[in-house]
């Protein structure tokens, strides 16, 4: 079994408005880290900003052009 840890939270929101949705970036030995947003394929990357990026093209194709995907800062 893979352990799992969540690294960052990641939140989707338009640029001035309120949350849409919420998903997570998880560090995973097999992909390096692995991005998740509800109803979207898991994104996989080398880094942590470049599962962001991918899933901020895949939340603008379905959200719009005008949201932004960022990491929760608490």
Known sequence: MNKC?????????????M???EGYIREDKATHFRGYLPGMEP????TVDEVLGRL???????????????????
């Open 56 to 74: 901020e093209r895949k939340a603008r194709a379905f959200y719009g052009d005008d949201i932004v995907v960022e990491i929760a800062h608490h």
């Open 43 to 46: 994104s996989a990357g080398d």
């Open 5 to 17: 840890i969540i690294d960052e939270e990641v939140i989707v929101h338009p640029v001035g408005g």
């Open 19 to 21: 949350q849409l949705s």
